[in-house]
């Protein structure tokens, strides 16, 4: 192979891994030639080739990983948009604070988001006050799943449980079940699903 062929797969090489360390993330075709000055054409060329030879995996589009990388998962760069109560329903505005990444081998593929948990009602199901709460955005949920609910213009994170005539918001604290009741929304009441929780991070003093 002509030296200079091997350089640039060699550059090609070295820039994917540092666009890793740096975007948690695997770069595009146009990454790559943004990042290294090599043209587009020449680009495609030579990740064809250096899939063909196993020195990376690629799927043609945003996957250009080196085989020391391969087997790691991609990450997903998640906004976190404030606070969500874990008690009485609270009015909360949503406003961007930060983003975060987490791999999509845990949470999986969609569109989410994290809030920041307010309150101790859901301390049995592993959320505490100050946890990250990751949340897949959608309008819809299965009986029993973790859910931001935004009732009355308050939002909240509760179990979502089927009932014969509705849903009841359950609170998880069995130490004191009495500070924390399930809420029963009135028939006149909306209740909206924002999102179902997936996954929530905390320091783990939280729990002793």
Do not use: W
């Not at 049995?124 to 009732?151: C, K, S, W």
């Amino acid at each position: 192979m002509r030296p200079k062929l091997t350089e640039r797969k060699g550059i090609i090489r070295d820039f994917i891994q540092q666009y890793y360390r740096e975007n948690d993330s695997f770069p595009s075709e146009k990454d790559i030639a943004d990042g290294t000055d090599i043209p587009p054409a020449s680009v495609h060329r030579f990740l064809v080739e250096m899939r063909e030879d196993g020195e990376i995996s690629y799927d043609g589009r945003r996957s250009a990983r080196t085989v020391d990388l391969e087997h790691v998962s991609p990450k997903s760069l998640i906004p976190v948009l404030g606070y969500v109560a874990c008690g009485p329903g609270e009015e909360e505005e949503e406003q961007f604070m930060e983003y975060i990444h987490m791999p999509e081998s845990l949470i999986g593929r969609g569109e989410f988001f994290a809030l920041i948990a307010k309150g101790k009602s859901m301390v049995d199901a592993g959320v505490y006050p100050d946890d990250y709460v990751i949340v897949r955005r959608q309008q819809a949920a299965e009986n029993g799943e973790m859910v931001v609910a935004l009732l009355d213009g308050k939002n909240n994170l509760k179990k979502l449980v089927k009932a014969d005539d509705g849903y009841i918001l359950r609170s998880m604290n069995r130490e004191h079940p009495e500070d924390y009741p399930d809420i029963i929304p009135e028939p006149e009441e909306e209740l909206r699903i924002q999102g179902v929780a997936v996954g929530v991070y905390h320091d783990f003093t939280h729990a002793l």
